[in-house]
């Protein structure tokens, strides 16, 4: 974790600095993941991460420190998937991609109860499982885009999708533009 005290000279209070710095961005980060792992055990930190994150938006970097340490915030809330657990279901999803995806049947895969798994997911994927399964599909979508002439309608179905109007919307609110126009925007020339 990078704190203002690592930072040469250690004084940038009041520095207007710019979002793209990496040193904002990665503080900013830190601390909304921190806020994210105390969101349910402990509002009070919550408030805090969220308040330091905004001040280091407006642009100051020396924003107050943490209250307590990560480990304490994350013992509050679930740890997150085993790595063989992440693997198993990064492996399953990519495997049946192209059809429905229940998550009791992740959980079974993971040996983990289905609500347990939801909250675990989220702090390892940073996404519920549905929305990481809809991004997959979109991903897979892309991909066939730009590599066959295939319908959409086509592609919707084989990428899990239950049709092309499912597809489009999806789509459109993952990539902020319509497949088509997606499509015909990316798509190289398949001769």
């Given at each position: 974790?990078?704190?203002?005290?690592?930072?040469?000279?250690?004084?940038?209070a009041?520095?207007?600095?710019?979002?793209?710095?990496?040193?904002?961005?990665?503080?900013?980060?830190d601390?909304?993941?921190?806020?994210?792992?105390?969101?349910?055990?402990?509002?009070?930190?919550?408030?805090?991460?969220?308040?330091?994150?905004?001040?280091?938006?407006?642009?100051?970097?020396n924003?107050?420190?943490?209250?307590?340490?990560?480990?304490?915030?994350?013992?509050?809330?679930a740890?997150?998937?085993a790595r063989?657990?992440?693997?198993?279901?990064?492996?399953?999803?990519?495997?049946?991609?192209?059809?429905?995806?229940a998550?009791?049947?992740?959980?079974?895969l993971?040996?983990?109860?289905?609500?347990?798994?939801?909250?675990?997911?989220?702090?390892?994927?940073?996404?519920s499982?549905?929305?990481?399964?809809?991004?997959?599909?979109?991903?897979?979508?892309?991909?066939?885009?730009?590599?066959?002439r295939?319908?959409l309608?086509?592609?919707?179905?084989?990428?899990?999708?239950?049709?092309?109007?499912?597809?489009?919307?999806?789509?459109?609110?993952?990539?902020?533009?319509a497949?088509?126009?997606?499509?015909?925007?990316?798509?190289?020339d398949?001769?």
């Amino acid at each position: 974790m990078l704190s203002s005290s690592s930072l040469p000279n250690g004084n940038y209070a009041g520095t207007r600095v710019g979002l793209r710095d990496a040193v904002v961005c990665d503080r900013i980060s830190d601390l909304l993941r921190r806020a994210e792992l105390a969101l349910d055990g402990d509002p009070a930190s919550t408030r805090h991460y969220v308040i330091s994150a905004l001040a280091l938006l407006d642009g100051t970097i020396n924003a107050p420190s943490a209250p307590r340490d990560e480990a304490e915030a994350r013992s509050h809330t679930a740890s997150g998937l085993a790595r063989w657990q992440q693997s198993r279901i990064e492996s399953f999803v990519a495997a049946n991609i192209h059809q429905q995806i229940a998550i009791k049947d992740l959980a079974a895969l993971v040996r983990l109860s289905p609500s347990y798994l939801c909250k675990v997911f989220k702090v390892t994927f940073g996404v519920s499982p549905h929305s990481y399964i809809m991004m997959k599909r979109v991903s897979r979508a892309k991909s066939a885009m730009v590599s066959t002439r295939a319908a959409l309608s086509d592609i919707a179905l084989d990428c899990g999708f239950s049709d092309q109007a499912h597809l489009c919307r999806v789509f459109r609110q993952a990539v902020g533009e319509a497949p088509h126009r997606w499509r015909q925007a990316n798509q190289t020339d398949l001769g």
